[in-house]
């Protein structure tokens, strides 16, 4: 693989895939050494079947809009050629995964899983052992992180891929990042389970106890301040 990543998610016209559901958007931004680049790859999809109601509440796509767009099929060559070869990073990976999985196998046996194309990351697993025991949906993680997510009135592939891409690059850089220990940017110097504790038995440390020069220097300090 190479060191190119790609951000990406997807809007459906429901939740599972074994119930007919089938993808309406997909929305891929490119990161190659951690700069989010201006190559995109962005489609709406015909599905070829209605959209949920519940799922259009979330995304805002309806019959109407979709009826005119390409179907899976005519993109896929397209698509599988943008993420060949790339790590792709996702929230909650198994929705969205099982998802592609699923219109792959429409194609036929012959256009295999997403996995023979790349590998992925999820990062709803990352952020989850970053932040144990709190929120990590992607808004909550663009609170914690400082990524503006007001434009997110409704949920939209490729606006969601470009807040994620941030969130990425936050998560596993920023703060996480620094290391007294030598080991920087891997992206686990803040993993609580590598944090080296001192031993509660240690040696105090000597405190060097200052001279009657250095006192009469304080003394004068003081005066000084308390006048001004």
Known sequence: MSGRQVVLDTETTGMEPAQGHRIIEI????????RVTEDTFHRYLNPERPVDEGAQSVHGLSDAFLADKPRFEEVAKIFVDYIRGAELIIHNAPFDVGFIDHELRQLGPAWGRLEDYCTVTDTLVLARRLHPGQRCSLDALCKRYGVDGSRRELHGALLDAELLADVYLAMTGG????????????????????????????????????DEEERAAHQRFMAKLSRA
Do not use: F, M, N, Y
Request: aromatic share 0%; charged share 30%; hydrophobic share 35%.
């Open 27 to 34: 929305g891929c931004v490119e990161v190659v050494a951690r």
């Open 175 to 210: 703060q996480a990042a620094l290391s007294l220990g030598g080991d920087a940017g891997d992206g686990t110097a803040g993993d609580p389970k590598r944090i080296r504790r001192l031993p509660a038995d240690r040696p105090r440390l000597r405190v060097p106890e200052p």
